[in-house]
């Protein structure tokens, strides 16, 4: 079995920033993606930042060049760092972990964007 937990969030104004952090523990030795997801009131799941084993990145237009993740496989911990909030990231952030052929999710961290 894999647990995720998750740390950081809380409330920030529009223009602020936050880190997130997820710590993996487990049977964990074949981790592949780790990424992290955002759910808004209403709307569906949506990914935001992925990063692999190997360090490659992706995010999400509406993150790009505001978030970035990274991990440190020695701490088996991935990280979101957000900044330049605005109101629309407010939502609950979740990350998530692939050890194929299985997806593991974190607990859910509130995040609110607001003055």
């Known amino acids: 079995q894999v647990q995720l937990v998750q740390s950081g969030g809380g409330l920030v104004q529009p223009g602020g920033s936050l880190r997130l952090s997820c710590v993996a523990s487990?049977?964990?030795?074949?981790?592949?993606?780790m990424a992290w997801s955002r759910q808004a009131p209403g709307k569906q799941r949506e990914l935001v930042a992925t990063?692999?084993?190997?360090?490659?990145?992706n995010y999400a237009d509406s993150v790009k060049g505001r978030f970035t993740i990274s991990r440190d496989n020695a701490k088996n911990t991935v990280y979101l760092q957000m900044s330049s909030l605005k109101p629309e990231d407010t939502a609950v952030y979740y990350c998530?972990?692939?050890?194929?052929?299985?997806?593991?999710w974190g607990q859910g961290t509130q995040v609110t964007v607001s003055s």
């Open positions: 998530n972990v692939v050890i194929l052929p299985n997806s593991y």
């Open positions: 487990g049977s964990i030795s074949r981790v592949s993606v």
């Open positions: 990063i692999t084993s190997g360090g490659s990145t």
